[in-house]
């Protein structure tokens, strides 16, 4: 399967656990993009990488969020001390260059705080 | 006011009947637009692009008005399978992020 892999599909975490969620881009895409998505909401940008570089994370609550995109492995988003309210759909999204003009999804992350 | 607004619906049409969706931007500098389409709990799949001509992908029509600030997209002859959130997607040129609309709700119906 060539395209944007997410995992896990479903995380369950209780309040103030850690949470990571991984996303492997598209083959030969070294762009990626971190979207949430909260219930009848529309998907809110979070942090854009590129290999080894953070380009744009203006979109990304400044405490307990980080995320990486290693030269080699996967994206990591990572939460902190989760709280209720992070309860949401995390989607990766991967792009092939700086033009971008077009996202490819993954099928995302359900993360529900308990 | 949002940098990308749409009616989030939903628009309850009869299966073969055509129907139109607006999407307006705030930023006059924006220079890249699309439609993708999200299913239910699913990720989103780029519909089509909006070009400045218009443009047509089989029964679905895209248009952009720059001076209204505003693109639109038309769906004729519905299908159940239509039914989904439509969701307006807006890049400012230079910029590397795409913004998202909220989406709107269709629902065709036999």
């Known amino acids: 399967n060539a395209g944007v892999m997410q995992n896990p599909r479903h995380l369950v975490r209780r309040r103030g656990q850690e949470a990571r969620l991984r996303c492997s881009p598209m083959?030969?895409?070294?762009?990626v993009y971190w979207y949430r998505q909260l219930p009848e909401e529309g998907l809110k940008f979070m942090v854009y990488?590129?290999?080894?570089?953070?380009?744009?994370e203006s979109g990304m609550p400044k405490e307990r969020f980080s995320a990486e995109f290693p030269k080699e492995g996967p994206s990591i988003l990572r939460i902190q001390q989760v709280v209720r309210g992070d309860s949401a759909a995390y989607f990766c999204?991967?792009?092939?260059?700086?033009?971008?003009?077009?996202?490819?999804f993954g099928s995302g992350t359900q993360l529900s705080v308990l | 006011r949002k940098e990308v607004e749409q009616d989030p619906g939903p628009f309850n049409v009869p299966e073969g009947a055509t129907v139109a969706f607006n999407c307006t931007y705030s930023?006059?500098?924006?220079?890249?637009f699309f439609w993708y389409r999200q299913d239910c709990r699913k990720e989103p799949k780029l519909l089509m692009s909006?070009?400045?001509s218009g443009n047509e992908d089989g029964r679905f029509t895209a248009q952009l008005n720059r001076a209204s600030q505003y693109i639109s997209l038309l769906i004729r002859d519905s299908k159940l399978s239509d039914s989904a959130t439509y969701l307006c997607?807006?890049?400012?040129?230079?910029?590397?992020?795409?913004?998202f609309g909220r989406g709107t709700s269709l629902i065709v119906h036999p």
């Open positions: 083959k030969g895409h070294s762009h």
């Open positions: 997607v807006v890049k400012i040129g230079g910029s590397y992020i795409p913004t």
């Open positions: 930023n006059s500098a924006s220079q890249s």
């Open positions: 999204a991967s792009a092939p260059g700086t033009t971008n003009e077009k996202l490819f």
């Open positions: 990488l590129q290999k080894e570089n953070i380009i744009d």
């Open positions: 909006v070009y400045s």
